[in-house]
């Protein structure tokens, strides 16, 4: 359609031309989706297999300092006047093999098993008596064998880097020019490579403190390691996917494959609800706030958001207390002569306890979305109202045939976030009912039980950490693609709008 | 007919007031249970009835000067100092991060973009428990320096929204400035900061809120320390079973020294936050 017939049309007619148009390019997304994952990863190996045939050719090519630096890191630059730089690949590669030598290689030579010498009584050969020898820790030995794989990697890559820089350094010498000096090299950092000063810090950190530990507990979902088999004392080891065809085991009672087929049963109950309530009432109520007429909107805003603004901690630690046998809630209906016995909210049957999550949840939510939505829903064009009026459509009419169409399509992103967010709601299950009401029927977890408070209760309760880090997987892997097809359709939205 | 159209539209309008008065009660009167009762001054955790019946400042007393087995004012303290630290680095990294992204062009760029949200996908206790035998290996768990590091480490992928931010400055400043001679380190301190006040505030501020609200993490890393927790920990021990009876009334008197400032500082920046929110999850 050309952008003047688009101009053309009425906004309704706008909007649902935008809306199919979506839809029936969805497919074809979801194909290319999957075509570019292919890409990527051909081209991931395309490009290692050009880097190193770079770094041959390099070799082939470069003059004898060249060579002696694919050796020893930094020569060709000393040599040919970049002295700092030089020295300092120099030092690096000295520590790296320092370290690997004393420290890391230690370790990786036990990562295959993960340790073979269990601790135990022993008669010590330096004291002749019977004591506790210490084996070997399989956590440590997992942990720092993880520690000298990156750090190996991340050698590699700098060694790579200067073998580059050693035969660069060489091209300039032999074409004549000057070497670049060492400090125009620092001026260059604070400028045409200002990214890398910039990024070198959260990259450190993050690397330590999200990436390794994920690497690590990726890792622990194919070992043995849980109460069992707990470091130091005892050892584990590799089991490959046992830990997951466990989970998928279909047996009976309270085994830990019937609780996650329950857990996740009840994690997508909670998150449809979660989610559903929230925004149909959230939005409900932002257009009742916002009606022409409504007088005191800031105060009724106000009112609502004033429950999004206190920590969620408290708000929910103090619900926590409300709802017990003798809370105040229990004393409201009590002093109304509703009930004469306080209720048990949280840990009496499931279904009460459910219900009651999912309400105080609503409680919790609802102000979340008027904030959220609110602005958007100024913008839905009036004139789609009026002539809606004229046709006689009445206020729920219009709403379920304007408000909702034109929301779900500009919220789309936003309600799946919202539904990724309320599948990993920790806080919510944790501080209310701590997964209560408790029972036999299932392992190491209560019937409100989130998948992601089950994860939390087998690591700090019953230690079960190679189940935890499975089911932590599974979780990622529901939430990764829910989260990929998300960020392509809004992508493919966004192009769509330029008219071609 | 225009005065039964008047009619219909009072009669509506009515309906919405009452209820929206019946909804803002339901949904403010917890909050105001909460401020009555940290002030209420008979009876032990709860009472049998909705109105505390004398009103006193004992309980706010009590939380500042009984600090023998429950130390309010250290907490208060701890999360006070931990908040500062790590709301100065975090702030750092977040802006240089969405810095790089937004307004430099390299070739790691999109792959360190990708890398960044596929990181933001994992549950983020997932690693929560290797992180702990990091930091026991670096024997600083329980210590206040242990926290800093977990609230500051991973802040960098908080990035979005201040490069949101960033995109809309024009392109051309940056040019200009470049002929003029200004290098990229110049650039960003001495145009896009000073353009970006709005943006840097939010960041300071929802990375100094952080720490008052985490649970679960500072719950994880100081164990039984508990002269090292920080105030959401420290107030959801007071009502546990074994303090509840004697600290549930300073529990919230606690709550109510915790929420005020924190309410504040988030009714302050809502703006920026319905925008930030906006802006990463809905098309438009």
């Given amino acids: 359609m050309k952008y003047i017939d688009y ?6 007619q706008r909007f649902w031309y935008n809306f199919s148009n979506t839809m029936k390019a969805f497919p074809g997304k979801l194909k290319n989706f999957f075509a570019a994952i292919g890409m990527f990863i051909a081209n991931f190996f395309k490009g290692i297999g050009k880097a190193v045939a770079g770094y041959v050719s390099r070799f082939v090519k470069g003059d004898w300092a060249v060579k002696i630096s694919y050796l020893i890191m930094g020569f060709g630059n000393m040599v040919k006047g970049q002295f700092i730089k030089g020295l300092l690949f120099l030092g690096l590669q000295v520590a790296f093999i320092a370290y690997f030598i004393f420290f890391g290689w230690g370790y990786l030579q036990k990562f295959p098993t993960l340790g073979t010498v269990e601790q135990g009584m022993q008669i010590n050969p330096a004291t002749g008596g019977y004591e506790l020898m210490a084996g070997d820790n399989s956590m440590l030995i997992l942990l720092y064998g993880v520690l000298t794989i990156v750090l190996t990697v991340i050698f590699l890559a700098v060694y790579f880097a200067s073998t580059k820089s050693a035969y660069a350094v060489a091209q300039q010498v032999a074409a004549g020019e000057k070497p670049v000096d060492f400090v125009s090299e620092v001026k260059d950092l604070f400028d045409k490579k200002f990214h890398i000063t910039l990024l070198a810090f959260p990259t450190l950190t993050i690397s330590a403190f999200t990436i390794l530990p994920l690497i690590f507990m990726i890792l622990i979902a194919f070992t043995n ?3 069992a088999h707990l470091a130091p004392g005892k050892l584990f080891t590799w089991v490959g996917f046992d830990t997951f065809s466990e989970i998928f085991a279909m047996t009976e009672g309270a085994s830990k494959g019937a609780t996650f087929v329950e857990l996740t049963k009840w994690t997508l109950i909670w998150a449809v609800f979660a989610t559903v309530l929230n925004y149909l009432f959230g939005m409900i109520l932002a257009l009742m706030i916002n009606k022409k007429g409504i007088k005191l909107k800031a105060l009724w805003r106000t009112l609502f958001v004033i429950t999004v603004a206190v920590p969620q901690f408290v708000t929910l630690l103090l619900m926590n207390q409300m709802l017990q046998e003798d809370g105040a809630i229990n004393v409201l209906l009590m002093s109304l002569g509703i009930i004469d016995k306080g209720i048990l909210f949280l840990n009496s049957t499931a279904l009460v306890a459910r219900i009651t999550v999912i309400v105080v949840n609503c409680w919790i939510g609802i102000p979340y979305t008027i904030l959220i939505t609110s602005g958007i829903l100024m913008n839905i064009p009036a004139d789609l109202y009026e002539s809606a009026t004229i ?8 709403f379920f045939s304007i408000t909702l169409p034109y929301m779900l399509f500009v919220t789309t992103p936003y309600l799946i976030t919202n539904f990724i967010g309320n599948v990993n709601n920790f806080n919510v299950i944790y501080l209310l009912t701590n997964g209560g009401p408790s029972t036999e029927n299932l392992y190491q977890a209560g019937y409100t039980d989130l998948l992601v408070t089950w994860l939390f209760k087998l690591t700090m309760n019953s230690q079960d950490y190679n189940l935890a880090a499975a089911v932590g997987i599974l979780v990622f892997i529901v939430c990764a693609t829910l989260s990929l097809v998300t960020f392509n359709l809004t992508k493919s939205a966004k ?3 330029e008219f071609s | 007919m225009i005065k039964s159209y008047k009619l219909k539209r009072g009669l509506s309008n009515a309906f919405i007031y009452l209820l929206l008065a019946v909804l803002g009660i339901i949904w403010v009167s917890p909050l105001v249970y909460l401020v009555l009762h940290s002030f209420r001054d008979e009876g032990l955790a709860t009472v049998s009835y909705l109105l505390p019946k004398t009103y006193s400042f004992k309980n706010y007393i009590e939380l500042f000067t009984d600090t023998a087995t429950l130390n309010f004012p250290r907490w ?14 975090s702030t750092l990294a977040v802006l240089m991060v969405s810095y790089s992204f937004s307004r430099l062009r390299f070739k790691a760029r999109k792959p360190l973009i990708n890398i960044g949200m596929i990181l933001g996908m994992f549950p983020g206790f997932m690693t929560m428990i290797a992180i702990y035998y990091l930091l026991k290996a670096m024997g600083l768990t329980q210590t206040l320096l242990a926290l800093v590091i977990c609230y500051s480490a991973g802040a960098g992928l908080g990035y979005q929204i201040s490069k949101g931010f960033f995109d809309t400055i024009p392109r051309a400043l940056d040019e200009a400035a470049t002929i003029d001679g200004a290098t990229r380190n110049q650039i960003f301190w001495k145009i896009i900061l000073p353009m970006s006040k709005p943006i840097v505030v939010y960041t300071v501020l929802t990375s100094f809120i952080g720490p008052w609200t985490d649970f679960i993490l500072a719950k994880i890393i100081m164990g039984d320390a508990r002269d090292n927790y920080t105030v959401a920990i420290g ?4 009502v546990s079973l074994e303090f509840k009876a004697t600290y549930f009334k300073r529990f919230l008197a606690g709550s109510v020294i915790v929420a005020v400032p924190i309410s504040a500082l988030f009714l302050f920046m809502q703006r920026y936050y319905v925008e930030g929110v906006t802006a990463g999850g809905v098309k438009g």
Avoid: H
Wanted: with cysteine; net charge negative.
């Fill in chain 2, 235 to 238: 107030l959801q021990t007071m």
């Fill in chain 1, 225 to 227: 390691y849980n109460k």
């Fill in chain 1, 495 to 497: 192009s769509e709008e």
């Fill in chain 1, 391 to 398: 046709d006689g459509a009445g206020p729920v009419r219009s």
């Fill in chain 1, 7 to 12: 101009m053309q049309l009425n906004p309704f």
């Fill in chain 2, 76 to 89: 208060f303290l701890n999360t006070f100092v931990v908040a500062c630290f790590s709301c100065v680095i």
